[in-house]
């Protein structure tokens, strides 16, 4: 096969930070993508309709050239009230679950995951029919910490049977069986949690560009999320939690955690699903399975790919903007025909 169409690819994790970032990375997943939902973590975090609805300008503004639509999300709160929720339902689909502390600008999460605390807005969004989308680590050691958050992604699918949970970003076999268990629990699977091990990240050289949160994992944790992704397992969706930091963010002491994809996520995707002679289900597992999860009918708009080289940039800039991709300098074996991103 030289040639390979992604209908309509939406990518259900993904942040587009603001400013000068959200101009540089916004065209980069506009030009691919139908639609995307965008994390509310920025500084500070989205809690307010005026603030959505600035941001949302921000980004159709950043994307304008393209066909694009994004799909909005706010920061969890234990005080949103039914009354709020209710007015702002239209303007999201989601709302964002942190816990204190575990990834970016995650200091105003959640300090509590106990169930009782969580009750008067989970059970408000259960009712208006709200999903939510969860960052699933304790604050454990770090291999560890998907693991030890499991229960309480138990816990919370016991006690919201009518919730929607997403669990965002799974990275172990455990997260996978606990999937299975739950109507109510869905997962989005990364590009990265798919193709690297704790191997790629440091067992050679340090890689901080391999670096995110929750950390890559053991081979046999990959493995079964590849199992998964390649079968486009129907509760599964593509998420690329693709997390721009500036260069100097990245390359440092304190490296920031967060990986770049988001430009080189439907080529690499397709080489993936290729080399295991998936293809067949790809446009399940980046667009179809999220539409029907979320109930959503996105923008068309067809993604031709080609069987060729595409080295990927060095980085991406824009004035004092500079973004390292994931697998940088490093040669895909698709393209995508007529990208403005690859010339
Ligand atoms: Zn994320």
Redesign the pocket.
């Known amino acids: 096969m030289n040639s390979f169409v992604i209908n309509s690819a939406l990518d259900m994790?993904l942040?587009l930070r603001d400013n000068d970032m959200l101009k540089l990375v916004g065209p980069l997943t506009s030009h691919h993508f139908s639609g995307a939902l965008i994390?509310p973590?920025l500084q500070p975090p989205i809690t307010t309709k005026e603030a959505l609805l600035l941001y949302k300008d921000k980004i159709l503004k950043a994307c304008k050239a393209d066909n694009f639509e994004p799909y909005l999300t706010i920061f969890f709160q234990v005080d949103y009230t039914y009354e709020f929720l209710k007015e702002i339902k239209d303007e999201i689909i989601a709302v964002k679950l942190y816990p204190f502390g575990v990834?970016t600008n995650s200091e105003t999460g959640v300090s509590s995951m106990d169930v009782e605390v969580l009750r008067p807005t989970l059970e408000s969004m259960s009712k208006l029919n709200i999903p939510v989308c969860v960052?699933g680590e304790t604050q454990g050691f770090v291999m560890d910490r998907e693991k030890e958050f499991l229960p309480i992604y138990e816990s919370l699918a016991i006690n919201f049977p009518d919730l929607k949970i997403i669990m965002?970003?799974i990275s172990t076999k455990d997260a996978i069986e606990l999937l299975q268990k739950y109507d109510n629990l869905y997962a989005t699977i990364t590009i990265h949690h798919l193709l690297l091990t704790l191997d790629d990240l440091s067992g050679r050289m340090l890689n901080p560009h391999a670096f995110c949160k929750p950390i890559v994992k053991r081979p046999e944790d990959r493995d079964a999320l590849q199992k998964l992704a390649l079968t486009a397992h129907p509760k599964i969706m593509f998420g690329s939690?693709s997390?721009p930091h500036q260069k100097e963010m990245k390359e440092c002491h304190d490296g920031a955690a967060g990986i770049f994809t988001a430009p080189i996520a439907l080529q690499l995707l397709t080489q993936f699903f290729e080399q295991h002679g998936k293809l067949a289900n790809l446009n399940a597992f980046v667009s179809l399975n999220a539409q029907n999860i979320y109930n959503k009918k996105p923008i068309e708009k067809s993604i031709h790919l080609i069987k060729k080289d595409f080295v990927v940039p060095d980085k991406y800039t824009f004035k004092d903007e500079v973004v390292v991709p994931l697998f940088a300098k490093e040669t895909l074996s698709w393209s995508i025909e007529d990208c403005p991103n690859e010339q």
Request: charged share 20%; net charge negative.
């Open positions: 994790h942040h994390m973590n990834t960052h965002e970003h939690d997390a």
